[in-house]
């Protein structure tokens, strides 16, 4: 069978597992015995693709999610730097290449500045890899 010629270290390490969910998947969708005999290479090919689009986007919801869980509920105002709570939540839509991407980013408002902001990690134009 075709492979990629190089895919990155997160998903090397977990291709075994991958290689049995397809396996799995495999079985449940068509039974030991595949596809039957004259099923269209394209239906085929349109399940997969379905269910592709189905685990991106369920992946990079659930990944967010963790995400956005574990942001601050406190950080520093960007304008005087005193220590503010973030206990509000403000939702986030995004269209990524994974689909459509939903979450809550932690919201902050510094009462002496008068000002608004959403705390991150990173700073504007950081890139993690």
Known sequence: MARAAKRSAPVEAVRPYLEGVAKNLADKLYGPNGPPWG???TQI???LLEIRAFLSEEMLAQLLARQAA???SAALCPGCQRPI???DRNPRILQTRAGEA???EPEGYCP???QAFFPSGAKPGD???
């Open 39 to 41: 099923t269209k290479l």
């Open 45 to 47: 090919e349109d399940l």
């Open 85 to 87: 709570a973030c206990p």
């Open 102 to 104: 939903e979450w809550s």
């Open 127 to 129: 890139r993690h890899q």
């Open 112 to 114: 002496k500045c008068r």
């Open 70 to 72: 574990g942001s601050a």
